[in-house]
């Protein structure tokens, strides 16, 4: 009885393995679905200034995306690109905080992003059509906010406490104070009942594991850590 029961789980052992091996060749997903990374000469990557010994670089051969890693498996710089824009996320040697830039097709500014411990802390917005730069600080007890020109002109300074009237200094005066009342309505400023501006819908910081894919997972396999 005890070798017929041994037979049949010898049986299906065999067909499970048989039947994973038909799905899936070599025991491994689809080559079209593994990102494939190649080991690059950081020195030819457009990173920025680093005096970080032990970084190193994957660069992605489907598409124009690169990353670079701390010697600990960190994230340190990674790139994004297409005919429209490009988008970089820079970390500090703890990740602890994230830059995040985005460029149109001629190399203007579109966006900046600060996140600290995974939280906007920073933003700023260009809008060419209108001339203006808008530059939002997330403090724990207010709301930030500075309007410029292109130029670097400033035009207006709001700060935002809940509860209380706003403050203005129109023009960046520090001397010509002027107050009133403020909503935040889904993630819209109205001062005095008029629309001023939308702060970012999104206040936590992106997952590089998820938007570089493929290249997180392969760090964490090989160094038996977790490089997020």
């Not at 499970?16 to 593994?34: D, H, I, N, V, W």
């Not at 995306?65 to 701390?70: G, L, M, N, T, W």
């Not at 809008?127 to 724990?140: E, F, H, I, N």
Request: proline share 4%.
């Amino acid at each position: 009885m005890m070798h017929s029961n041994l037979a049949r789980l010898l049986f299906f052992v065999c067909f499970a393995f048989a039947a994973c091996a038909y799905e899936m060749p070599g025991g491994s997903l689809p080559e079209t679905a593994q990102p494939q990374w190649l080991e690059a000469d950081c020195s030819k990557l457009n990173l920025p200034e680093n005096k970080f010994e032990g970084l190193y670089c994957k660069e992605n051969t489907a598409a124009s995306s690169y990353c670079a890693f701390f010697e600990n498996g960190r994230f340190f710089y990674c790139e994004k690109k297409d005919k429209s824009a490009r988008v970089s996320y820079a970390l500090n040697r703890w990740g602890s905080s994230l830059t995040q830039n985005e460029e149109n097709a001629e190399g203007l500014p579109l966006k900046e992003a600060y996140y600290a411990y995974g939280k906007l802390a920073r933003f700023t917005e260009y809008d060419y059509k209108a001339g203006l730069v808008y530059k939002v600080w997330l403090d724990a007890s207010q709301t930030r906010l500075n309007i410029s020109g292109v130029k670097g002109n400033i035009i207006d300074k709001f700060y935002f406490r809940e509860g209380k009237p706003y403050v203005r200094y129109p023009g960046g005066n520090d001397m010509g104070e002027a107050n009133g009342e403020w909503t935040l309505k889904d993630g819209k400023i109205f001062t005095d009942g008029v629309f001023l501006y939308s702060l970012p819908k999104e206040d936590s910081a992106p997952d590089l594991c998820s938007v570089f894919k493929g290249v997180c997972a392969e760090e964490a396999a090989a160094s038996g850590k977790d490089s997020k």
